[in-house]
C-alpha cells in the first residue's frame, strides 16, 4: 500500500480557540524519512492511532475515531489531542484520497525521549482490496490472548482498551492464524471469554439477535461495530452487548469480523467447524459501511 499523503502535524494545547490551522500542517514527502531516530513511536510503540476508512473522498464516521482518538490518549498519559485541528487534518487527507476506497491514518505519538512535544501525523494511501474477504469469507481460530477476563479492570496499565501503536502481539496472532490455516483470529481470554479479532471487532446472530462481546476485558470499543448496531436497530434487529462464553461460538448461525477499513467479512469457519454466511446480510452491511456516514 503506498502513502499518497502525509501530513505531520505541530499539536496545539486542546483547550486553545483559533479558527485556522494551516500553520500547524506540513505537508511531507511520504516517501522520505520524515521521524526522528528517537521517536518513541518506532522505538517502543509508545503512541496511539486510528485507521478511517474513506470512500470517493468521503472520511467515515470521523467523529467516532476522533472520539477513540481521545480516549486512547487519556489512558496512556497523551496530552489530549485538540479535535478541531485533527479535524481539519482529516479533511486535508479525504481531499488527497484517490476515487474508491482509502485510508486515513490518525498517529499520535510521545515524540522524543525527554522532547518536548509528541509526535503526531497523518496519512493516506488506497486501501487494500478485501473483495474476497467480503464475498467469500474468512476462515479463524481462536487464540489464548494471556489474560483473564478481569485483567483490564485490575491492571489498568496494560493499556488493554486503548488502541495502541505496540501491534506486535496483534499481528503475531495473525500469524499464527495463518500457520493454523486460517485466515484472522479470535482472541480468548484465558478463562474461556470471547474478544475481539486482532485487528476487527466480532459480531455473532444468535437465536436471531446481533450480538458482541461487551466492552469489558480488554476489548477495544468498535467504530464499525457500533455504526452496524445502529444500521441493524434501524431495520429492526435486536442487538446486544454480552458476555460470551467460548463454548457459545458454536451457537452462532452466522458471524462477521467488521472494522473501518475491510469493513463487514463473514466468517465462513471458526477453529474449523463450517460457518454458513448469510448472503443477503452482508452484502446489506456492506453496502451501508460503503455510504456516506
Same mark, same amino acid.
Given at each position: 500500500?503506498?502513502?499518497?499523503?502525509?501530513?505531520?502535524?505541530?499539536?496545539?494545547?486542546?483547550?486553545?480557540?483559533?479558527?485556522?490551522?494551516?500553520?500547524?500542517? %506540513? %505537508?511531507?514527502? #511520504?516517501?522520505?524519512?520524515?521521524?526522528?531516530?528517537?521517536?518513541?513511536?518506532?522505538?517502543?510503540?509508545?503512541?496511539?492511532?486510528?485507521?478511517?476508512?474513506?470512500?470517493?473522498?468521503?472520511? %467515515?464516521?470521523?467523529?467516532?475515531?476522533?472520539?477513540?482518538?481521545?480516549?486512547?490518549?487519556?489512558?496512556?498519559?497523551?496530552?489530549?489531542?485538540?479535535?478541531?485541528?485533527?479535524?481539519?487534518?482529516?479533511?486535508?487527507?479525504?481531499?488527497?484520497? !484517490? #476515487?474508491?476506497?482509502?485510508?486515513?491514518?490518525?498517529?499520535?505519538?510521545?515524540?522524543?525521549?525527554?522532547? !518536548?512535544? #509528541?509526535?503526531?501525523?497523518?496519512?493516506?494511501?488506497?486501501?487494500?482490496?478485501?473483495?474476497?474477504?467480503?464475498?467469500?469469507?474468512?476462515?479463524?481460530?481462536?487464540?489464548?490472548?494471556?489474560?483473564?477476563?478481569?485483567?483490564?479492570?485490575?491492571?489498568?496499565?496494560?493499556?488493554?482498551?486503548?488502541?495502541?501503536?505496540?501491534?506486535?502481539?496483534?499481528?503475531?496472532?495473525?500469524?499464527?492464524?495463518?500457520?493454523?490455516?486460517?485466515?484472522?483470529?479470535?482472541?480468548?481470554?484465558?478463562?474461556?471469554?470471547?474478544?475481539?479479532?486482532?485487528?476487527?471487532?466480532?459480531?455473532?446472530?444468535?437465536?436471531?439477535?446481533?450480538?458482541?462481546?461487551? !466492552?469489558?476485558?480488554?476489548?477495544?470499543?468498535?467504530?464499525? %461495530?457500533?455504526?452496524?448496531?445502529?444500521?441493524?436497530?434501524?431495520?429492526?434487529?435486536?442487538?446486544?452487548?454480552?458476555?460470551?462464553?467460548?463454548?457459545?461460538?458454536?451457537?452462532?448461525?452466522?458471524?462477521?469480523?467488521?472494522?473501518?477499513?475491510?469493513?463487514?467479512?463473514?466468517?465462513?469457519?471458526?477453529?474449523?467447524?463450517?460457518?454458513?454466511?448469510?448472503?443477503?446480510?452482508?452484502?446489506?452491511?456492506?453496502?451501508?459501511?460503503?455510504?456516506?456516514?
Amino acid at each position: 500500500m503506498d502513502r499518497r499523503f502525509a501530513l505531520m502535524i505541530t499539536p496545539v494545547v486542546a483547550e486553545t480557540v483559533r479558527d485556522d490551522f494551516d500553520d500547524t500542517f %506540513q %505537508q511531507v514527502d #511520504p516517501s522520505a524519512p520524515a521521524l526522528s531516530v528517537g521517536e518513541l513511536s518506532t522505538q517502543r510503540g509508545d503512541g496511539v492511532f486510528e485507521s478511517i476508512g474513506v470512500v470517493d473522498g468521503h472520511a %467515515q464516521e470521523v467523529e467516532p475515531h476522533l472520539e477513540r482518538l481521545a480516549h486512547s490518549a487519556a489512558l496512556c498519559d497523551l496530552p489530549a489531542p485538540h479535535l478541531d485541528q485533527w479535524r481539519a487534518a482529516v479533511a486535508r487527507a479525504a481531499e488527497a484520497c !484517490p #476515487p474508491g476506497e482509502a485510508v486515513i491514518k490518525l498517529i499520535l505519538s510521545r515524540g522524543v525521549d525527554h522532547g !518536548p512535544t #509528541p509526535t503526531a501525523w497523518v496519512t493516506a494511501a488506497p486501501a487494500g482490496d478485501f473483495a474476497a474477504a467480503r464475498e467469500h469469507g474468512v476462515r479463524v481460530v481462536t487464540l489464548d490472548r494471556g489474560y483473564d477476563s478481569g485483567a483490564a479492570e485490575r491492571a489498568p496499565w496494560l493499556l488493554l482498551g486503548a488502541k495502541t501503536l505496540s501491534y506486535a502481539v496483534n499481528m503475531a496472532a495473525l500469524r499464527e492464524a495463518h500457520r493454523r490455516g486460517a485466515d484472522d483470529a479470535i482472541f480468548l481470554t484465558s478463562d474461556g471469554m470471547v474478544l475481539e479479532a486482532p485487528t476487527a471487532s466480532l459480531i455473532l446472530r444468535i437465536d436471531g439477535r446481533f450480538v458482541t462481546p461487551e !466492552p469489558t476485558g480488554g476489548i477495544l470499543r468498535g467504530t464499525t %461495530q457500533l455504526s452496524v448496531f445502529e444500521h441493524l436497530e434501524g431495520k429492526g434487529f435486536e442487538t446486544v452487548d454480552a458476555r460470551i462464553p467460548a463454548a457459545d461460538l458454536a451457537a452462532a448461525d452466522a458471524a462477521w469480523l467488521v472494522s473501518s477499513v475491510r469493513l463487514a467479512a463473514p466468517i465462513s469457519a471458526i477453529d474449523g467447524a463450517p460457518l454458513p454466511i448469510d448472503r443477503a446480510v452482508t452484502d446489506d452491511l456492506n453496502a451501508y459501511l460503503l455510504s456516506p456516514r
